[in-house]
């Protein structure tokens, strides 16, 4: 493993900087030597290695994916050169053909003399074959780097199939067998591995916790839009990160420039440029990059169109901002996907409890007459099936059906709701662990907030699909005039760690110096301040906020991410030791006011009464502290099922997530009680927003 030494314990000279120093080769030649040039890289696959279950599932999965590439382009071109739709309708007759005889496959496919490519379309297949070429270049490197990996699991991890392993177990060999690849022995610990592998997301998470990602906007018509596409955050992050643009000099070093404030309007006036030249070399492939995404977006979905429309109009799903402003920092992929998907079933379930009135009536019309047409024609069908080769008949069908489909997701279910919107959002709130608003959870505008987390599949797709138009002007215009907000984000939020690099400062999880006071409990009288999830409502917070340094408004972590990353982090990294004095007396904190209380076991067949949940035996969530506590390890199935405080049936939660969700909620309570402030009345309480709402646009 690569290490950093200052320049100044090598030679004799007053200016010192980190440079990366490769081990010394130990035991003869590793294939996997080289990929420590760059710990950042290294660890990512590593990480990614063990996510997608190992070699042959990576490369199968790269080869398929540039076999697929090459199918969407060979047969698009196949279906506009090669097949003769005059016949194919017959609008014409096929020369020679006999009459009354059936048309076949090869009367309507032509030959390569009957073809005519146009010169558009040959410069277009120019630029998808060097596509290709190019990704089947990268897919032969990320074999052999792969294939580098498995050598590593293999001789220093000593693991055959990473799929019996999990990652705790992974990383903790890691770092046992950190003496094979690192200067520095005993050096290594799990926040360097998380700051390595989750460097620039970390960033990109504080950039939207300061309100710096342009995601926000106020369309005419439609009010304050929130706008993130998958094509816009791949360039924001080659002009943040990776690339010829970046303010990254290599991947785990900010350029020296940026550090500097003396430098600041120089490095705003070259990132304000680097802005403009992305947005035309957009501007230029729009073509392109529009023509693929419909392609790919009509092979993708055109079979579940055809086979559940509804699915395609009504089913929803977290968007890509919801990702970002859900995450904690050093939360890895694997662990955000498992919280996100527990909370599917409550946030699909909390929308659907809205409907709009007048929606539903116009849909209740638009589906009677929609669907009368249909069993008119479907009758028609089955009485006489020439009724079929009437032209259009089946289009007409197939479009009646895709209204109804559509129609019948903005009908209310008959069937009544088993909880109120005030436990769903509860239940929300117990895995994404932050409020995307702090309207009342009945109110129109925590609907419209939660529309914007959890939104529907085909609003996902068209900003796909527009994302090459909007892109462009999203980097020439909204980004680009922020350039100086970026430059003083970097050089305010970055600190250079010894052996790790530069990293954003709220990845280091220090409450004491970027801590937000409204967040952090008050630090007397401990032992009589408990919190459970069932008496929140009860329990009266302290209006004092706790004494402490003051920290500057600029490096304060906002909606409370600093303090619950800081939790999620300990939780799922329970050997971990602070290297904070403020980092573990907040833990302590937290973890005497946060108890699961002990529930009667299945087998004792205890009714438990969770209305006096305060009154049942409390236990400390033992991930909190040390091995070698005799506090118990594992809870019963009772206790961690969903059912203390939020109900949702069939689904359990272990003990990780059991401690996380009563401390998100614990905090959640604590930080609203102190932001909000007194009200004159309970309604206008309930629709004060903080001022630091992240959803409030700030212009």
Known sequence: MASYQSFAE???????????????????????????????????????????????????????????????????????????????????????????????????????????????????????????????????????????????????????????????????????????????????????????????????????????????????????????????????????????????????????????????????????????????????LMPLIFIWQILYIFYAYAETLKRDPSHMFASKNWSLYARIFCRHFNELDHQLNDRLNKGYKAASMYMDSFNSPLMEVIAKNVMFVAGAVLAVLVLLTIYDEDVIAVEHIITIMAGLGLVVAGARGFIRSDVPMKYSKSELHSHILQHIHYLPHRYSPHSPQAQSAMGKMFQYKIQAILEDLLSPLITPYILAVHLRLKALEYVDFFRNYTVEVSGTGDVCIFAMLNIGKNGNPAWEPDQQNNEHRQYNLKAARSVEMGDNLPTSTTVPENLVCENGKLELSLINFKLTNPTWKPSDQSQQQFIDCVSSRVVVPEVPTVEQECPVDLGRAADIPKTPHSSFVDEGSNLPSRYSRSSRQVGIGFSLDSLEMDEIDLTMSLTSKYLNDLATSRLSGPADSPSEQRETRSERDPLLHNK
């Not at 990512?44 to 290695?49: A, D, E, Q």
């Not at 999965?61 to 090459?70: A, D, N, T, V």
């Not at 297949?125 to 792969?146: D, N, P, T």
């Not at 050598?151 to 999990?166: K, N, P, R, W």
Request: a neutral charge; glycine letters at 6%.
């Open 10 to 284: 090598i030679v004799d000279n007053d200016e010192s900087f980190l440079i990366q120093v490769l081990p010394e080769n130990k035991g003869g030649p590793r294939l996997w030597h080289q990929l420590i040039n760059d710990l950042d890289y290294f660890f990512l696959k590593i990480y990614r290695y063990h996510q997608r279950s190992g070699f042959l599932c990576h490369v199968m999965s790269q080869i398929l994916e540039l076999f697929q590439f090459g199918f969407v382009v060979g047969f698009t071109v196949f279906l506009i050169d090669f097949v003769d739709y005059a016949i194919l309708f017959k609008d014409k007759v096929p020369t020679g053909h006999p009459t009354g005889n059936k048309i076949t496959l090869n009367d309507v496919i032509l030959g390569y003399d009957q073809v005519y490519i146009g010169s558009l379309q040959i410069v277009l297949l120019i630029c998808a074959s060097l596509f290709w070429i190019l990704k089947g270049i990268k897919v032969i490197q990320s074999a052999y780097v792969y294939y580098a990996i498995k050598l590593f699991y293999s001789e220093a991890l000593h693991i055959q199939d990473c799929a019996q392993f999990s990652w705790q177990e992974v990383q903790t060999r890691l770092i046992q067998a950190q003496h094979l690849c690192s200067l520095q022995e005993g050096h290594l610990n799990e926040l360097d591995i998380h700051n390595r592998i989750l460097r620039h997301q970390n960033y990109t998470i504080a950039l939207l916790n300061k309100n710096l990602l342009p995601i926000h906007y106020k369309v005419p018509l439609l009010g304050e839009v929130t706008y993130l596409s998958k094509g816009l955050n791949y360039n924001i992050n080659l002009l943040l990160f990776r690339g010829p643009f970046a303010i990254f000099e290599s991947s785990w070093k900010l350029k020296d420039d940026y550090k500097s404030a003396a430098y600041r309007q120089v490095c705003a006036d070259q990132f304000s440029r680097n802005c403009l030249m992305l947005a035309a070399i957009n501007f230029i």
